[in-house]
């Protein structure tokens, strides 16, 4: 017997370079999904910081939106219904089933956290890509999802596509995460390998930032901030511990690091910035931190945009996760990945 089709509408909040890549490969995965998981999906609501907002709940013309988008037109003029004042407008008027939520980071987690707390509320699920909300409100966005029976997914925050959560959580049963430590920030690790090889500091960031690789405020790479986040994420949802970003200690880096990657270099050893986190007398402690690495240690052959994550566990002993130099393809893959979990 074939299985009933069912109908599932979307909502966006964030349209930037995952937005649209995610969108993209919906499009290019329609006949798969309707194949496959028997769905027939629409976009019914998109709504940005700076390029306006639409709703139209007979499904958004999807393939003329990416197109406009590359012009740089507004999302106004597909807007078929009542007036939206806000994101939160937005949220209440969409008519979706599942919010994708893909703002900005900013460090506070807010405006992300806000909207991901008023769709929960309103029985909508959600799936985000946006670390900042995760690291600074996950036991309570996680408890309002269970609350309200719907589901808060998060894959695309940490290593962008990389399984972390589902391989950790999924693949591991009763197994005890002890520690972990990785690299998680490409736009510092690409700095860092890339002055190995005699590019200067101000070469390799302007290389990151006209690649749309940074953060759209570099100083959260630099700074230490993205990797305390992903890592507080990590420490939250994998290890049980509450540790908030503002709580890890981080080490930044600046133009004066070529003199520190020379000195490891001659003494043939690695620099990089690495996140680790480990157990200590019932508590999980989080630190960023410059490291001088030995050249057999995985964390010291990752170079360039890669990123690794290594768990020490009380099961399987070791396991590294590496991704090689990641794309927005890749973030908006994880959303997609979430998306059929939640489907099943």
Known sequence: MDQETRQINFAFIGFGRVGRAFARLLVERKKWLLKTHAIEWKITGIATKDHGMAIDHDGLPTRKILASRRRGSSLDRFHNGPECASHLDFIRQCGADVLFEMSVLDLSGEPAATHIREALGAGLNVITSNKGPVATHYAQLTRLARLRDVRFLYEGTV??????????????????????????????????????????????????????????????????????????????????????????????????????????????????????????????????????????????????????????????????????????????????????????
Do not use: C
Not at 174 to 200: H, P
Not at 206 to 234: N, Q, R
Not at 304 to 333: C, F, K
């Open 159 to 344: 290593m962008d596509g990389a399984p972390v959560f589902n391989l950790l959580r999924n693949s591991l049963p009763g197994t005890r995460i002890l520690s972990l430590r990785g690299i998680f920030n490409s736009t510092t690790n690409y700095i860092l390998s890339q002055m190995e090889q005699g590019t200067t500091f101000e070469a390799a960031l302007e290389y990151v930032k006209t690649a749309g690789v940074s953060e759209a405020d570099p100083s959260h790479d630099l700074d230490g901030w993205d990797s305390a986040i992903k890592l507080s994420v990590l420490i939250q949802a994998v290890m049980g511990g509450r540790v908030k970003p503002e709580e890890i200690e981080r080490s930044p880096i600046s133009s004066d690091i070529g003199r520190a990657v020379r000195a490891a270099l001659r003494r043939d050893r690695r620099l990089r910035l690495v996140a680790r986190a480990y157990r200590q007398g019932g508590k999980v402690i989080g630190k960023v931190e410059l490291q001088e690495l030995e050249v057999f240690d995985p964390l010291a052959a990752i170079r360039g945009l890669s990123n690794i994550l290594v768990v020490n566990t009380d099961t399987m002993r070791e396991l590294a996760i590496v991704e090689n130099n990641p794309s927005v393809d890749q973030t908006a893959y994880a959303l997609f990945a979430d998306l059929i979990s939640l489907l099943r």
